[in-house]
């Protein structure tokens, strides 16, 4: 699974990015975690609110940050 | 039955305990005052008019009743906000025409979710749907002054009618300054490289959230938004506790009183630097009014402490040129001064 934490930089960016991570740990979810801080980047997701989750390419969280147990209910839909 | 166990304790967080607690709510917020003295007279048996038992009594009464408030706007506004996303503010303002755009934009950012950190997302979102740079302005104006917060700690330490007198002419604001940068047409001050995006989807995918969705996610903006300000709030009435109680009520108003005009741009150049949210700024300036500032003066300082940040502007800097920036600026700064004369020149 590819994994994209959306943000550019502030603290819920990167809360989002240590939650995804614990919550692929958790499932021992065969992952790649990528961060993309590239506002061009994050604009092709036709995404206007940072932080977002973006797994194998469909944006699956916007404007929030999940908890981890959350998290592992939506990596595994 | 572990489904049913379940589905009842999601009742219980959706519906029972906001039911609970709101006699809870009324029935602490109409005796704070009791308590509060009560506290203060008889348990710890402090003597009465002296500065420190004074400020203690204002400390102990206004810090909870603050917080009360806060949690009640927070969760009522975070229930309206549920309503309202970012994708759907885009959808009623693209194609629309300047003054109307600038009216419905004003209004949206009050109700629309928004964090200063997605600022550029959703200005370079507003720009792309064609949205009028204009009407995005009214919106990236309105949205960080008009909040719930300032509007709580207004009411709590203020009254409604300060309350009521700070979203209008922050709406006021929002509307003709966004009007006037709409009518100056400085699309070419915008960085080139903004209008060539094109983003990947433009389809709204939309988040079906069922009622115990919405109270969930305004526990949520309650923990995080009290969270992040608590500390803010009691150093801020800290402050303005042992300036009640100590400082003399008439010590500012020979500087900032009404009588003199310079007072309004003094407190706006001191105001644009200093960054704090509204949770810190505002029980500073219940402390500048109680003491000889007149209102228009602490309304201007307080606007350009919460519209006009240096953060913000530094983040929008990857997307507008300078002179842009300066424009915005100086736009901003002077509906704010408007609005400081005229309550000076009325007086509130």
Not at chain 2, 141 to 164: S, T
Request: hydrophobic share 55%; charged share 15%.
């Amino acid at each position: 699974m590819e994994i994209k934490v959306l943000g550019t930089g502030c603290a819920k960016c990167k809360s989002l990015e240590k939650n995804t991570i614990a919550a692929v740990e958790q499932l021992n979810l065969e992952a790649k975690i990528e961060k993309v801080e590239d506002i061009m980047e994050i604009m092709k997701y036709g995404v206007m609110v940072t932080p977002a989750l973006v797994a194998d390419n469909a944006v699956v969280v916007k404007g929030r940050v999940p908890s981890v147990e959350e998290l592992k209910s939506i990596l595994t839909q | 039955m572990t489904d049913k166990i379940i589905s009842i304790n999601r009742k219980l967080n959706g519906f029972l305990y906001p039911l609970l607690m709101l006699p809870l709510w009324i029935i602490l917020y109409w005796n704070l005052n009791f308590i509060s003295n009560y506290f203060i007279d008889n348990i710890l048996n402090l003597s009465k008019g002296v500065h420190l038992t004074e400020t203690l009594r204002f400390f102990i009464y206004e810090v909870p009743k603050v917080m009360l408030l806060l949690i009640l706007i927070i969760f009522g506004v975070g229930i309206i906000r549920t309503y309202f996303t970012p994708e759907k503010t885009r959808k009623v303002l693209e194609g629309k025409s300047l003054f109307t755009g600038n009216i419905l934009a004003s209004l949206l950012g009050i109700v629309t979710p928004f964090c200063s950190c997605s600022a550029i997302p959703l200005f370079l979102g507003f720009v792309e749907a064609g949205v009028p740079i204009g009407v995005t302005f009214s919106f990236l104006i309105a949205a960080p002054m008009i909040n719930e917060v300032a509007l709580v700690l207004l009411a709590g330490l203020f009254g409604w009618k300060v309350a009521m007198i700070y979203i209008s002419t922050g709406l006021i604001i929002a509307i003709f300054s966004g009007w006037l940068i709409g009518k100056l047409k400085l699309e070419k001050y915008v960085a080139d490289w903004v209008f060539s995006i094109k983003s990947g989807k433009t389809e709204i995918t939309e988040d079906k959230l069922s009622f115990y969705d919405r109270i969930n996610n305004c526990y949520q903006a309650v923990k995080e938004i009290v969270g992040k300000i608590w500390l803010y709030i009691i150093i801020g009435i800290g402050i303005g506790a042992l300036a009640h109680a100590y400082v003399p009520a008439d010590y500012l108003s020979s500087i900032l009183g009404s009588e003199n005009w310079y007072g309004v741009p003094l407190a706006i150049l001191i105001g644009v630097p200093l960054y704090s949210n509204a949770a810190g700024v505002i029980p500073i300036v219940s402390v500048l009014i109680e003491k000889g500032v007149s209102l228009g003066t602490a309304l201007a300082f307080m606007m350009s402490v919460i519209a006009l940040s240096l953060p913000e502007i530094i983040i929008l800097k990857k997307v507008l040129k300078w002179q842009m920036i300066a424009i915005f600026i100086g736009i901003v700064s002077g509906g704010i001064i408007i609005v400081g004369f005229i309550f000076n020149y009325i007086g509130f």
